[in-house]
């Protein structure tokens, strides 16, 4: 369900009303988990979704086969997901011209749009555009762009999602080295005291969200960490655990 529609807590965290910052305390005190439904089974994603209910938000990859050699959801499965779970819906943008694409995906039930800087004509503009329809915006990169260049836009935008694999499949390996982009975000929000969550995509799994979690993430989307599993609903909550315990040391 949209921020834009209810403010209701769900299982997880709530996601409050359109006009509260994404990193209020009450979202930051705990790591967030976000399964991605890229790695559920397609034939019961009612029942998968409803699996995972005690997840903080549910992770939707929205693929066009051009920006990424692979195809995914649209905007049809978007709104699916939404009629089934009253859960934030992190939606992450893996295709060209964005900018063509917000309006649907917002009508569709997105609470935050991701979109990848190397898609977007003017990054800053768009994310004011998704945010003045009271959604929140989020930026991406591929491993391969660096995170210098976007430091200085970080006001504009309530997430930062550090891909660390490359985009367009799942089950990939981790790749420890974009973790000096999360440190280098961590210390410029931190620094600057903005409102703005980090969040990391790719190879999250048992063995490598601690070391997210010391590096500075917020939130962690799992796929296979979480799908894959007998009980998924425990898995979140073991990653979600780690991930706490990790910045705790």
Same mark, same amino acid.
């Given at each position: 369900m949209s921020v834009r529609d209810s403010a209701n807590s769900s299982p997880g965290v709530s996601p409050l009303d359109a006009s509260s910052s994404i990193s209020d305390p009450l979202i930051k005190r705990r790591a967030l988990i976000a399964p991605s439904i890229l790695a559920a089974d397609f034939s019961s994603l009612g029942d998968? +979704? #409803?699996? +995972?209910?005690? !997840?903080?938000?549910?992770?939707v990859d929205i693929m066009d086969g051009h920006f990424v050699p692979n195809l995914s959801f649209g905007p049809d499965v978007t709104a699916t997901v939404d009629k089934i779970t009253e859960q934030y819906l992190d939606v992450h943008l893996m295709i060209e011209n964005p900018e063509h694409w917000v309006d649907t995906y917002i009508a569709a039930g997105a609470d935050c749009i991701i979109f990848h800087v190397e898609a977007a004509d003017d990054h800053v503009a768009l994310a004011k555009k998704i945010r003045e329809k009271g959604v929140r915006a989020g930026f991406s990169l591929k491993p391969a762009t660096p995170i210098e260049p976007y430091l200085a836009d970080l006001e504009h935008f309530d997430l930062a999602l550090v891909m660390s694999v490359e985009p367009g499949f799942g089950g990939q390996s981790f790749m420890p080295d974009q973790l000096d982009k999360v440190r280098a975000l961590r210390q410029a929000i931190d620094e600057r005291n903005l409102d703005c969550l980090i969040e990391i995509d790719g190879g999250i799994s048992e063995h490598t969200i601690e070391k997210s979690a010391e590096a500075g993430c917020d939130a962690f989307v799992a796929g296979s960490a979480v799908f894959k599993k007998t009980d998924p609903a425990a898995a979140v909550n073991h990653? #979600? !655990?780690? !991930?706490?315990? !990790?910045t705790q040391h």
């Open positions: 998968q +979704v #409803r699996s +995972v209910d005690n !997840a903080d938000w549910i992770h990653l #979600r !655990a780690l !991930a706490t315990g !990790a």
